[in-house]
């Protein structure tokens, strides 16, 4: 028995796994890739843009300080030809390393980590929520469904579904690049570039980004 089973490894399913088994609660996580992580432009928005409580804020920067990789001061946004700058800081992290090693840290406190363990059903027997993945059958008091988009666990509990059509996935890729300002992400919305979706490029020094490309399910 646990007092919460957090289901995807994620950011968020790591978060979740760290900061709750930090706070003594008996945590299972499952996630059924070999290793955390998902596609990623790795980059996160400085705690003072975030329009949540200090404390929230406090927990996330603390969560994400030690693997920051450069500094950004600025957005690009080239829109259809047009372009302009958002003044928004932010980070570009090692977010394989990030996850790798706050799960690690939650396994010292007592989480128990499963990888390679898919997620199959649950169903509320009582106070305690009864779960069942591809390793067996488990209970606990609380379940985080941090299972990503289309998350399952969100449509079991009515929390409806969502036309896959209108998705982007995305493709990104670290490669040696040289960077005209190191200190803007940019973002493109254009048709030729990135049909039906959007591209990225998002610095993590003078010479090496994070480059990506998103496009609709649909095309």
Known sequence: ??????VGAGPAGAAA???LSG??????TVERN???GTI???YVPDPGY?????EIASNYFEFVRPFTVHRLSGIRV????RSFRVDYVGYSIRRGELLRERLRQAEGEGARVLFRERFLSMKRKGEFYEVLTSGGEYAARYLVG????????SSMIGGGTVDCDEVSIAFPLEVPLEIDDPSEMKLFFDEELAPGAYAWIIPRGSSRANVGLGIRMSM
């Not at 706070?23 to 299972?28: D, F, I, M, P, S």
């Not at 975030?50 to 200090?54: A, G, I, Y």
């Not at 941090?146 to 666990?153: K, L, T, V, W």
């Open 1 to 6: 028995m646990y007092d919460v089973i957090v």
């Open 34 to 36: 070999p290793g955390p």
């Open 50 to 54: 975030l329009r949540v409580q200090e």
């Open 23 to 28: 706070r003594g609660y008996k945590v299972l």
């Open 78 to 81: 080239e829109v259809y030809g």
């Open 146 to 153: 941090a299972d990503g988009f289309p998350s399952r666990i």
């Open 40 to 42: 990623c432009g790795e």
């Open 17 to 19: 796994t760290f900061f």
